[in-house]
């Protein structure tokens, strides 16, 4: 079946402006997740959502991501104010329930704020 | 806090000479050890999930070993195609979820 997409592919916006990035999961996974890979970096875990849950923020770096996931399915990362350090690949993922289940990955977004 | 070390950080093969590649890990209680592969320009791709010391899991050339404290990735006679960053997670009992700790990756490179 259908894997996990995001979109877009790659985004290139300047200092300050807004940005939003895409993730579709896998069809009948409950679970989503949002992580950052910067050059260099291990990938790091920014914010998980589970059915109808209050969403698991600890890992935003600041007040300026923010993330929605609508109907249990789609969800949009939104970056306000980008700065040169938000450049990085967004990666998405998703699995069927938690406790456990491996996670499966999207392509990615690769963010570059000039 | 949950923590992942992965080394060698590079590692270069001869098609056909196996070798392993070492994840350290320290975790609150672990729910799950996992293993990734990431080609340039893509998103990791699954590979294993181990759950407690002494588990083994093989697919191909690949098997991957647990212990309490590390997990290795054994790749048996490597071909050009194995080539990719391999990425070890952890996720902890701690933390709520099941948010993943990533190791930095071994960038493994097998050549003719």
């Known amino acids: 079946g259908a894997g996990v997409s995001q979109s877009p592919s790659n985004k290139v916006t300047e200092k300050g402006k807004d940005v939003e990035l895409r993730c579709d999961p896998i069809s009948g996974h409950t679970a989503l997740y949002w992580y950052r890979q910067s050059l260099g970096q291990g990938l790091e875990f920014l914010i998980y959502?589970?059915?109808?849950?209050?969403?698991?923020k600890s890992g935003l770096p600041s007040d300026r991501f923010s993330a929605e996931r609508t109907g249990g399915s789609v969800s949009t990362l939104t970056i306000q104010r980008t700065q040169q350090e938000d450049s990085a690949v967004y990666l998405c993922a998703s699995s069927p329930i938690t406790s456990s289940d491996t996670q499966y990955f999207g392509p990615g977004t690769r963010l570059t704020v000039l | 806090e949950d923590q992942v070390t992965q080394s060698p950080e590079a590692l270069r093969l001869q098609e056909g000479e196996s070798s392993s590649l070492n994840c350290s890990y320290t975790v609150s209680g672990l729910r799950g050890l996992f293993w990734y592969r990431q080609d340039p320009g893509k998103g990791p791709e699954f590979l294993f999930t181990?759950?407690?010391a002494g588990e083994e899991k093989e697919k191909e050339r690949l098997k991957a070993t647990l212990t309490k404290k590390e997990s290795f990735l054994h790749i048996t006679a490597p071909k050009p195609e194995d080539s990719a960053t391999y990425l070890c997670?952890?996720?902890?009992?701690?933390?709520?979820?099941?948010?993943?700790?990533f190791g930095t990756g071994t960038q493994l490179k097998v050549e003719l």
């Open positions: 959502f589970q059915g109808n849950s209050a969403p698991d």
């Open positions: 181990l759950y407690s």
């Open positions: 997670a952890v996720g902890g009992l701690t933390g709520g979820g099941n948010k993943l700790t």
